[in-house]
């Protein structure tokens, strides 16, 4: 069976690592791929955007 592929833009990157609405969800899909039931795909384009993001607090 193959596993699904899950497309992250640079918001839901984010969302991984700064508390905002939906950092819950992205935070499953994280945890589905580092147990190996799905795969996680984003542009290389994402990263400046990733980077740029402002800070906690």
């Known amino acids: 069976m ?3 592929i899950v497309y992250l833009d640079s918001s839901a990157i984010v969302g991984r ?3 905002e ?3 819950r969800y992205v935070r499953s899909i994280y945890a589905r791929a580092y147990g190996g039931e ?3 795909s984003f542009s290389v384009w994402n990263i400046g955007k990733v980077l740029g993001a402002p800070g906690p607090g």
């Open 2 to 4: 193959s596993r699904p």
């Open 17 to 19: 690592h700064v508390l």
């Open 38 to 40: 799905a795969k996680i």
């Open 21 to 23: 609405p939906g950092s």
